[in-house]
């Protein structure tokens, strides 16, 4: 267990549909990092947030959005889904940005049909 | 723009053999080098972690070195198991930006056969 927790693990649904990946830092990590990971492809990076405040963004469609609550937890809506956005999508948490203690989660499977 | 290449794509091997793992990079200055292992399925695993002034990280039977001059950095793995097969990816982290968004590489697929 890295202590990163992403939740759910699993997810089908149907394009046009809209849903929400859920991630807990590891305990004392205030930065989180979203990745997606589409087949035989490697990691793209998506955003950043730090603290509650978003401090990057990579290649993330309109479509999706994330934020980090005050407690540090964060969630990534993607919305009017595609049979393109089927994918893992990585959690990835650090004690704050530069660090290099990066811890990754163990991943959501999205499957849109 | 800031590049992580990983050669070979993809490697077999036999069970009980050595075998090296090359990452370039781009990325300039950068704060640190890491390579993670990754099973299919789930999310990548540290395996050692560089910064700019380190020549050699050990962790088991992986061995990471550094050239900075020369901006790569190759993963040297030894007495391979099966479980060793996996993805093997390279991720340097920039010394500055702000943001210290890495970048990854593509990775390299090692499978080990019996």
């Known amino acids: 267990d890295s202590g990163v927790t992403q939740t759910p693990k699993h997810l089908i649904t149907a394009t046009g549909q809209r849903v929400t990946l859920r991630c807990s830092p590891r305990?004392?990590?205030?930065?989180v990092y979203w990745y997606q990971q589409s087949l035989d492809q490697g990691l793209q990076f998506l955003i950043q947030y730090y603290n509650g405040e978003e401090r990057a963004k990579g290649n993330i469609l309109e479509r999706f959005s994330a934020q980090q609550f005050p407690d540090l937890h964060s969630e990534l809506n993607l919305s009017s889904l595609e049979l393109g956005d089927s994918a893992l999508y990585f959690c990835?948490?650090?004690?704050?940005?530069?660090?290099?203690?990066?811890?990754f989660g163990s991943g959501t499977r999205l499957t849109v049909v | 723009k800031n590049q992580v290449e990983q050669s070979p794509q993809s490697l077999i091997i036999l069970e009980g053999k050595n075998c090296t793992l090359q990452c370039n990079y781009t990325v300039s200055p950068f704060s640190n080098l890491r390579w993670y292992k990754q099973d299919t399925g789930r999310g990548p695993v540290s395996l050692t972690i560089?910064?700019?002034?380190?020549n050699t990280k050990s962790n088991g039977r992986y061995t990471a070195t550094l050239d900075a001059d020369t901006k790569q950095s190759s993963l040297h793995i030894t007495a391979s198991q099966l479980s060793d097969s996996a993805s093997y990816i390279c991720?340097?982290?920039?010394?500055?930006?702000?943001?210290?968004?890495?970048?990854f590489g593509r990775g390299t697929s090692l499978i080990v056969h019996p």
């Open positions: 560089m910064t700019f002034s380190e």
């Open positions: 990835a948490s650090s004690v704050a940005p530069g660090n290099y203690g990066y811890t």
């Open positions: 305990s004392g990590d205030l930065s």
């Open positions: 991720v340097v982290s920039p010394l500055s930006g702000g943001s210290y968004i890495p970048t």
